[in-house]
Nanobody, 114 residues
Framework: QVQLVESGGGLVQPGGSLRLSCAAS????????MGWYRQAPGKQRELVAT???????RYADSVKGRFTISRDNAKNTMYLQMNSLKPEDTAVYYC????????WGQGTQVTVSS
């Protein structure tokens, strides 16, 4: 069973940047379309960025132009570079397959606040 471990979250001021990492126990990033999700308190989990096995990317309108999804197949790791962060980006961030989610990791908390 593939395990996913997210890291890199923290407290950042509005306008700041963070880079999240998603480490997988097996090579899945070159096989499946993968995504970064987030869940804010009291809200449903939403998909914010997708990276296909072929390298195509897609972003939710709320993060387009600010977030960049990428991967390093050799390291079995996927990244989410988040720039120009806003308070509304505050959430727990998760990675998983874009379709047919597998077991969720623990996520990483991102808090944007002054």
């Amino acid at each position: 069973q593939v395990q996913l471990v997210e890291s890199g979250g923290g407290l950042v001021q509005p306008g700041g940047s963070l880079r999240l990492s998603c480490a997988a126990s097996q090579n899945i990033f070159s096989i499946y379309a993968m995504g970064w999700y987030r869940q804010a308190p009291g809200k449903q989990r939403e998909l914010v960025a997708t990276l296909t096995s072929g390298g195509s990317t897609r972003y939710a309108d709320s993060v387009k132009g600010r977030f960049t999804i990428s991967r390093d197949n050799a390291k079995n790791t996927m990244y989410l570079q988040m720039n120009s962060l806003k308070p509304e980006d505050t959430a727990v961030y998760y990675c998983n397959r874009a379709r047919g989610a597998i077991t969720w990791g623990q996520g990483t908390q991102v808090t944007v606040s002054s």
